[in-house]
């Protein structure tokens, strides 16, 4: 790579695909030097490790670890590829406003339009981290044109979803957890059938069609 700083700045501003520039990190450590390289030497941060429950069970002060930290990012449990591609392309634009503060950008809100559009506009029951991951979301909304007002394309976005996965009326599953919805083997989306609890109502199983082999999927959740 030539010149890690433009290639880092493109990203910043939009020039440089998201997905490309995650693949470039992985495949070229260079990349990570540089971004280490502009923090000063002594900087720290907080190292935190968790429990099963996310509960904070240790804490301290270690060197600064760009590499821990983006590898942080890019593997944080129950986050969507969208949602890790967004917190990335955060904390890479704070490093540079941070250490090159005379570094002159303008920054790219794609990702974070897409993200926001995506919490306003997914429906709770089917919004499940193997739909978001699949990209079926971001390919729908890129679909429709952006000429239509947001309250318009929300309406859209939910009524082609609701197509898509052949919900019919008010017939969705109760998801006493987050959504799990599945997807049938080959990625494609699958119809709900119903929902029955058990065990005084602290259990709960959903099952779903795979249309193309009319196989059922069952789901279980439970308090």
Not at 25 to 34: F, Q, Y
């Amino acid at each position: 790579m030539v010149d890690i700083k433009q290639f880092v700045i493109d990203y910043i501003e939009g020039k440089v695909d998201s997905k490309k520039f995650i693949e470039t990190l992985k495949s070229d450590s260079s990349i990570v030097e540089w971004l280490q390289n502009i923090i000063p030497t002594g900087t720290t941060m907080f190292d935190y490790k968790f429990d099963e429950c996310f509960r904070v069970i240790d804490k301290k002060e270690v060197p600064y670890d760009v590499n821990g930290v983006i590898n942080g990012i890019l593997t944080q449990r129950g986050e969507t590829a969208l949602g890790k591609e967004y917190n990335l392309h955060c904390y890479i634009t704070r490093l540079i406003k941070n250490y090159l503060p005379m570094e002159k950008f303008t920054l790219d809100k794609a990702l974070e339009t897409k993200v926001k559009f995506l919490l306003e506009a997914c429906p709770e029951y089917l919004d499940s981290l193997a739909i978001e991951n699949s990209g079926i979301f971001e390919n729908l909304m890129e679909q429709l044109p952006e000429s239509m007002s947001k309250t318009k394309r929300i309406k859209e976005f939910r009524k082609r979803l609701k197509e898509m996965f052949y919900v019919e009326g008010q017939k969705y599953p109760r998801w006493i957890q987050e959504s799990e919805w599945p997807l049938s083997k080959t990625g494609k989306p699958t119809k709900f059938i119903c929902q029955k609890s058990a065990q005084k109502g602290e259990v709960c199983y959903y099952y779903f069609l795979d249309m193309d082999t009319q196989e059922k999927i069952e789901i279980m959740q439970a308090y």
